[in-house]
């Protein structure tokens, strides 16, 4: 035999003649792992645990739960929140050996088993903190066969998990009476705080109560808990686990805890997000809980004292500019009050926004170049097609700055506004901000909708007002902690919200509440009020750097108050909440973006000045956007030297004229300085020997309204007005129905005919220069 064979064959018969139990055991240990992997096949491992859905803060505390699927309480820990002291007190209590055994402690099953059978009854347990997972898993009853069981599914939770998520699942399932199960439920139930806030004392409790759950009860046996509670830690006291100062102090810790109700804070918003996010365990929002809990009180407070004039709700939304995350949202102020639908989610509700939307309709305007600040627009009665609409408090100013009606508030030029825009682009613009009632039904809107003719959400107006806080960038409101910001829509230039900042920064306006000039808690802030028709809305939504806050006032019924307005019900609770939340704010004001310049303008127009214009004053402007056109509110005449008659290019002397400006009036201007007695300058009528016919500056027909159908009582005889604007140089106008001759009378004035028979008529108005204006109405008789 060779040295080579020698050296193979020695070993061989060592194992098989010198040490035979090896391979027996090796057998055996592959027949166990074969058997184990049948098993495992057979019966896979399923954890299919239903958790309470958990609302938190963004500081992580819960601030809002929800039953599991069957009806639990038992709220998913997160690995942060194992309490270190709570983790060392449940290790040395249940299984000082947990992270060193496979599942299953071979010892402690050895001793239980001795000392059982000496004893002949049930004096040790053996199971490890794996196995009682296995065991709240499978509930089953404590047999020898069942323990066999719990010792396979505990090998298959070695095998899928590690020893910290297996502890995790101890910690979710451990059992504390009634249907609290979870160390995270118990500690929010009893002790109102984070796992991770735990004291030694409230963990030792803890660690406690599982091992009699139905008899040791907090709120009803304390003491009994405490005596528990105390053997314990002079346990730990004995094993060294804790410092001994430690240990004596919560040996003298009272137990005072008894059963709460899970927390309730920000209902409406924990709803939405329990509806939104269905499948989370743990739904962490951006909510900020310190300033969620102010705006509540705030609001609790001021609606007990709007209630006595029968205003009953209220709603807010928190942005933050910034990160354009939720801080607060206050679906109503009381949660609680049935007798006023007080579970109305104030904030996804669908109202009518007053004039909320005209800050939004005048930035669009300065983007398309219509408009700067300082240009002059009509605030006088104007009808279009049957629509007049006329200011809040009924009365009309003449010409105002456009810096002027977007802080006052004044609904004439916003319809006007709006009607140079087109109603079209305006409803594009709002579809970009994502406003669902536009693109339900943006195309059958007209323009009422920027008097309030449309609906919108509380959420809608707050995010929009936001963009303005961000230089016209409009992105979606973050929720979760773990959204990232949506690609951003440049909604408006910065150069038009920053205008539009400016406008809606001033103190010189009529929706300032009262008493509030001279108080020195005004808080520094961008804002726009609104009260709805029927006065059943009032809003106010202001911004600075910081946040955005969206407030509305009313009745969930609908019900109307007169004394509802944004100014006096929805704007004191806005600056009361700037005033908590950002007192004297640090992030300072909004700077002139690059995009935006200065220029010369007249006073009187608000257009660039002419070599004719006296008076000038600075404004902002678009380079490259905003109109150019020079000013135009005088015109030059050439007039007879007696001053009687004017001449047109055609009809003009070579002598005996002079060349005079005179003011250049809308006729819709010179319509109202008719009707308010207002004295102005008028051109001297047209030489009346002159045969040429003008078409610019015909008579505009604003009564009555073109292409309309008018239904009249005929045994009452009732009559149409007639009425026209006409240029400042016409002094008389020609009305002709069908053609024939009606009346003359003076420029402006109001004239009656009564319709004699149904059907379509021609209404015809001619000025005493020769222009014409044709307009065709439907007679019905009812």
């Not at 499948?279 to 969620?292: C, E, F």
């Amino acid at each position: 035999m060779s040295t080579q064979n020698i050296t193979y064959t020695l070993p061989r018969r060592l194992l098989t003649y010198s040490k035979p139990w090896l391979r027996y055991t090796l057998h055996l240990v592959l027949l166990l792992c074969l058997t184990f992997a049948l098993l495992n096949h057979l019966y896979p491992l399923k954890v299919n645990i239903s958790y309470s859905p958990v609302i938190t803060a963004s500081d992580g505390s819960v601030i809002n739960a929800f039953l599991s699927r069957d009806d639990k309480w038992r709220m998913q820990l997160e690995p942060d929140e194992i309490n270190p002291v709570l983790k060392k007190a449940v290790l040395l209590k249940e299984d000082r050996y947990f992270y060193y055994h496979p599942g299953v402690n071979p010892f402690a099953i050895s001793r239980a088993f001795a000392n059982n059978l000496l004893q002949n009854k049930k004096t040790s347990g053996a199971s490890t903190i794996t196995m009682q997972v296995a065991r709240l898993l499978y509930p089953q009853k404590r047999t020898y066969a069942n323990k066999l069981y719990e010792m396979f599914r505990a090998l298959q939770l070695e095998w899928y998990y590690s020893k910290d998520e297996i502890l995790q699942l101890y910690l979710d399932l451990v059992p504390f009476g009634g249907n609290i199960e979870g160390v995270k439920a118990a500690s929010v139930l009893y002790f109102q705080q984070s796992p991770r806030q735990l004291s030694l004392a409230q963990a030792v409790t803890l660690t406690v109560i599982p091992n009699k759950p139905s008899s040791l009860r907090i709120g009803e046996q304390n003491e009994r808990i405490v005596e528990f509670r105390n053997k314990w830690l002079r346990f730990y006291q004995e094993q060294g686990a804790f410092p001994a100062p430690e240990i004596e102090d919560a040996l003298l810790e009272p137990l005072e805890a008894r059963r709460q109700q899970a927390p309730k804070v920000a209902p409406h918003f924990a709803y939405r997000m329990f509806r939104r996010y269905k499948n989370h365990p743990i739904v962490k929002t951006t909510l900020n809980r310190q300033v969620q809990e102010k705006v509540e009180q705030l609001a609790y407070n001021y609606m007990q004292r709007l209630r006595y004039q029968n205003i009953h709700n209220a709603a807010v939304l928190v942005i933050n500019n910034q990160t354009r995350a939720v801080e607060a949202y206050l679906g109503s102020a009381d949660f609680n009050d049935f007798a006023h639908h007080g579970q109305v989610d104030g904030v996804r509700a669908v109202r009518s926004p007053g004039s909320t939307l005209k800050p939004f309709l005048y930035a669009a305007a300065f983007d398309k170049g219509l408009l700067t600040p300082k240009t002059m627009i009509t605030d006088v009665p104007v009808d279009y097609a049957g629509y007049r609409p006329q200011n809040y408090f009924g009365n009309y100013n003449g010409n105002v700055t456009i810096a002027h009606a977007l802080a006052t508030s004044l609904n004439v030029p916003a319809v006007k506004v709006l009607d140079q825009l087109g109603v079209y682009t305006f409803v594009q613009k709002l579809k970009q901000a994502e406003f669902s009632e536009m693109k339900r039904k943006g195309n059958q809107l007209g323009l009422s909708l920027i008097l309030g003719g449309c609906d919108v959400k509380l959420e809608e107006l707050t995010l929009l007002y936001s963009a303005f806080a961000n230089q016209g960038r409009y992105s979606h409101i973050r929720w979760l902690q773990e959204d990232t910001t949506e690609q951003e829509t440049q909604l408006l230039s910065p150069g038009a919200a920053y205008m539009t900042n400016q406008i809606l920064t001033q103190l010189t306006r009529p929706d300032l509440p009262h008493n509030a000039h001279n108080s020195p808690n005004l808080p520094k802030i961008a804002w726009k009020t609104g009260t709805s028709y029927g006065r059943k809305d009032a809003w106010s939504i202001g911004y600075n750097k910081k946040y955005t806050v969206g407030v509305w006032v009313g009745n969930f019924s609908g019900e109307g108050v007169p004394e509802l307005n944004g100014t006096d019900s929805a704007t004191p609770l806005l600056f009361d909440i700037f005033n908590s939340i950002d007192y004297n704010s640090t992030a300072g004001w909004f700077q002139q973006p690059k995009g935006i310049g200065l220029r010369a303008v007249c006073a009187e127009s608000g257009s660039p000045a002419n070599s004719f214009c006296r008076n000038q004053v600075l404004d902002t402007f678009i380079p490259g956007i905003s109109s150019t056109r020079k000013c135009s509110h005088l015109k030059r005449i050439a007039v007879s030297e007696d001053k009687k008659h004017s001449y047109c290019t055609s009809c003009q002397p070579a002598t005996g004229f002079v060349q005079q400006l005179y003011p250049n009036h809308a006729p819709e201007l010179l319509t109202f300085f008719d009707a308010e007695r207002i004295p102005y300058t008028p051109i001297p009528a047209h030489n009346p020997s002159c045969s040429r016919i003008f078409k610019e500056y015909a008579p505009i027909i604003t009564s009555p309204a073109a292409g309309m159908e008018y239904f009249m009582e005929q045994e009452e005889r009732q009559q149409l007005m007639l009425h026209s604007n006409a240029h400042n140089e016409v002094k008389q106008v020609y009305w002709y129905i069908n053609d024939k001759f009606l009346k003359a009378t003076a420029a402006n004035e109001k004239v009656f005919f009564e319709p004699k028979k149904a059907g379509r008529y021609k209404i015809s108005c001619t000025d005493d220069q020769g222009r014409n204006t044709d307009s065709y109405i439907t007679v019905k008789f009812l």
